[in-house]
């Protein structure tokens, strides 16, 4: 067998020269200067925000450098808006688009990539018009249809789950959406009850060891709801609670510990009559309200009934990556906190027409710490922006010791081009910088031994340079050295939100 390239090999197949770290020391500095590269165009810019080449997608991936694990097997599931164009009509925010699922499948020497959009009821709706009809995230169509039901408005363009024999497309403000694992064509939205059709489904579901599944939903129209649901390994719905809460908005990601559910509900909210008045993008309905504070509410899993309720200084928090509980009942769990949310309304926006000044205040990851007696904090732990937290999945709901996110630093380029390893107590301890001309999206763990954080990350990127995406392997424990192997794609694909990794 020939020796697969040194990881020293790959960096220079990729331009650049390995960078590493120090947790708030100078090699981080560094590190986030390494890259001198000319700014990238604006029409380079936008490739990251173009609608997928085609409908449908397929191609092996071609080796860039350095070589697979013979034991990673299995498939990356990803999803995220990629029809951001369609009847001479442009969504206005990164959210809005049609969903298109991918399948990168890992066969230990090779790496092959299937994508299709989902030609969701929605979409079907609009085929048949000729014309967009119905509101997205944030943006409205010039003539708006009447909407029935949630899932007349579901783009499937968020996440997937794969769970209970059945693979899901989920979306924020609706039902799963099934589809085939073979054609990748859209199946039936899941009914969870008869009662329950359409009703909201979060896009960040939570898989515990023993195959459990949590998750929430958040109903702001007509009434203010949040949803609970515990799902059983064999995929049927076990118990279901909805909790009234007003106000209230987008509450996008929560964790699990071993006893409880924790959400946090940042003053980010919906004034329904504003909604109900219209016509008023979902997104454009949502006020600031830095006087609410961010509200915790603590939900028992056994009864999916609140059980403490805490107050904190305002935030706005799209992201969690982990939560787990002391004996005494605290409860630590990570967050990726902004100061408040104009990254979401502004940023957001003005990177679909290629303007990446991102002037508003990025996430950060803080930890929060809620003691049983009332008390509670957030307390910074690394000063980098970052967000898409992922962590080993087998630690779900248990004390971990690592979290893997997106970093990086506002310095004129994609605020997260960095891949990094948190420690929830001591900050970065380990990162790669991407070149200027690569922009990462969310990498995920995929385990490998049985110790925590053994194993690789995998995530895709997007080569503005090439006009091409591409994947990267990294060993989980040694990010600074490098990608193990990145290989890449013939075609470029829209930059996507959140995907799985179901072994083979």
């Known amino acids: 067998m020939t020796a697969a390239p040194s990881r020293r090999a790959v960096l ?29 165009t604006a029409d380079q810019r936008r490739l990251a925000f173009a609608t997928a080449p085609a409908e449908t997608l397929a191609a092996p991936l071609t080796t860039l450098a350095g070589g697979l694990p013979p034991d990673l097997t299995g498939v990356l599931w990803r999803n995220g808006p990629a029809e951001h164009e369609r009847f001479g009509h442009r969504y206005g925010h990164w959210f809005d688009g049609d969903g298109m699922v991918q399948a990168f499948t890992f066969t230990g020497a090779s790496v092959s990539h299937r994508a299709r959009i989902l030609d969701t009821p929605k979409r079907r709706r609009e085929t048949a ?15 708006v249809a009447p909407i029935m039901a949630p899932d007349d408005m579901n783009a499937a363009n968020t996440s997937v789950l794969a769970h209970g024999g059945r693979l899901m497309a989920l979306w924020e403000g609706g039902s799963a959406l099934e589809f085939d694992s073979e054609t990748l064509e859209a199946g039936d939205f899941v009914s969870w009850r008869p009662d329950l059709a359409g009703a909201p489904f979060s896009a960040h579901p939570k898989v515990e060891a023993d195959g459990t599944c949590w998750n929430i939903g958040c109903v702001t129209f007509p009434r203010l709801m949040l949803l609970f649901y ?51 993008s979902f997104l454009d309905a949502h006020v600031w309200r830095p006087e609410l504070g961010t509200r915790v509410i603590v939900v028992d899993k056994e009864t999916l ?27 630590h769990l990570d967050l990726c906190q902004a100061a408040d949310p104009m990254f979401a309304i502004h940023d957001l926006r003005a990177v679909m027409e290629g303007d990446w000044g991102f002037p508003s205040a990025h996430p ?74 690569l922009i990462p999206e969310e990498h995920v763990f995929v385990p490998r031994g049985t110790a925590e954080g053994d194993g690789w990350l995998v995530g895709p990127f997007l080569d503005l340079e090439r006009s091409a995406a591409g994947l990267s392997v990294f060993e989980a424990r040694h990010l600074a050295d490098g990608p193990l192997w990145q290989g890449l794609l013939p075609y470029p694909l829209p930059l996507g939100l959140h995907g799985t990794f179901v072994a083979a």
């Not at 106000?247 to 919906?270: A, E, Q, S």
């Open 12 to 40: 220079r197949a990729l331009g650049t020269l390995p960078v590493v770290m120090a947790a708030g020391g100078a090699g981080a500095a560094a590190a986030d200067a390494a890259d001198a590269a000319p700014a990238l």
């Open 129 to 143: 018009a000729g014309k967009r009809l119905l509101p997205a995230f944030s943006t409205l169509p010039p003539e």
């Open 230 to 280: 515990r799902i059983d390994p064999q995929g049927r719905l076990a118990a279901f609670n909805a909790l009234p809460v007003d106000p209230l908005g987008m509450v996008h990601d929560y964790v699990v510990t071993k006893r409880h559910l924790v959400l946090v509900v940042p003053p980010f909210v919906i004034e329904p009559e504003r909604f109900a008045a219209g016509p008023i």
């Open 305 to 331: 009934a609140p059980v403490r309720r805490y107050d904190l200084p305002p935030g706005f928090h799209f992201h969690h990556g982990n939560g787990w509980e002391e004996a005494d009942g605290t409860i």
């Open 364 to 437: 950060h990851y803080r930890r929060m710490v809620l003691r049983p007696g009332g008390a509670a904090a957030i307390e910074q732990v690394a000063t980098a922006v970052a967000d898409f937290p992922r962590i080993d999945p087998r630690r779900t709901g248990l004390r971990h010791r690592a979290l893997f996110a997106l970093t990086g630093a506002r310095d004129g380029g994609w605020p997260l081009s960095r891949v990094g390893r948190i420690d929830p107590d001591h900050g970065v301890v380990d990162g790669w910088t991407y070149p200027r001309h």
